[in-house]
């Protein structure tokens, strides 16, 4: 299935409110290895982490070459320590779409993911085996 909004051409150079707020509750240690799903095309949060000894896999299929993507892909599939999922699910209009990349970050041992809600932004931490909630619009 083809996405119908991408970030092919609005991709931004900025470091993630998510992965700063995650910094800052040092949820992080070194050895970890966090699953960036829809990270983008610029490697600010891949630096960053990898000063405080964490590996960061980037999976964006629009901002990433296929060799990349099937690379990380092959990682992540192994497990990982985090997956973050930062402001991505908003601007996927297609529901499976969604699903696959919720499901994608369920793999890890804890997932975190940024959104909007109602205009209000909300961090989501789901810990695998918990069930975690989804919200409607998921």
């Given at each position: 299935?083809?996405?119908?909004?991408?970030?092919?051409?609005?991709?931004r150079?900025?470091?993630?409110?998510l992965h700063?707020?995650?910094?800052?509750?040092?949820?992080?240690?070194?050895?970890?290895?966090?699953?960036?799903?829809g990270g983008?095309?610029?490697?600010?949060v891949?630096?960053?982490l990898?000063?405080?000894?964490?590996?960061?896999?980037?999976?964006?299929?629009?901002?990433?070459?296929?060799?990349?993507?099937?690379?990380?892909?092959?990682?992540?599939?192994?497990?990982?320590?985090?997956?973050?999922?930062?402001?991505?699910?908003?601007?996927?209009?297609?529901?499976?779409?969604?699903?696959?990349?919720?499901?994608?970050?369920?793999?890890?041992?804890?997932?975190?993911?940024?959104?909007?809600?109602?205009?209000?932004?909300?961090?989501?931490?789901?810990?695998?085996?918990?069930g975690?909630?989804?919200?409607?619009?998921?």
């Open positions: 299935m083809r996405q119908r909004y991408t970030s092919e051409r609005t991709c150079n900025q470091f993630p409110a700063r707020a995650l910094i800052d509750l040092n949820a992080w240690r070194p050895g970890d290895t966090n699953a960036d799903i983008g095309k610029f490697d600010l891949t630096d960053r990898a000063e405080l000894g964490v590996t960061n896999l980037v999976w964006d299929p629009h901002n990433r070459s296929d060799e990349h993507n099937a690379d990380t892909l092959r990682l992540i599939k192994q497990g990982t320590t985090t997956a973050t999922v930062a402001k991505v699910l908003n601007v996927i209009a297609e529901p499976e779409i969604r699903a696959e990349v919720i499901q994608l970050a369920a793999r890890a041992r804890v997932a975190f993911f940024h959104f909007y809600e109602g205009g209000t932004a909300r961090v989501l931490a789901r810990r695998r085996g918990t975690g909630r989804r919200t409607a619009s998921c």
